[in-house]
């Protein structure tokens, strides 16, 4: 089974988050793990599914305005 892997832009542009944002959240460990490639450690992606989770688990309740 083939795993979908996002980049970085691809992640910010599914989750709405602003790269600084991101990095802060990343860094507090409230990301899921970023996967390395091992022909080259510096390429960073991370996997489309464990994103999706991430999206689902901290979506904002919506608010309802009006009458």
């Known amino acids: 089974m083939a795993v979908d892997l996002l980049s970085l832009t691809e992640v910010l542009a599914r989750t709405g988050l602003s790269r600084p944002t ?3 959240m990343r860094q507090r460990g409230d990301f899921p793990e970023a996967v390395r490639l091992a022909a080259n450690k ?3 992606l991370w ?3 464990d994103v999706e989770r991430w999206c689902e688990w ?3 309740p919506r608010v309802q305005r009006g009458p």
């Open 22 to 24: 991101f990095y802060r």
């Open 42 to 44: 510096h390429v960073v």
């Open 47 to 49: 996997r489309s599914d």
């Open 58 to 60: 901290n979506a904002a």
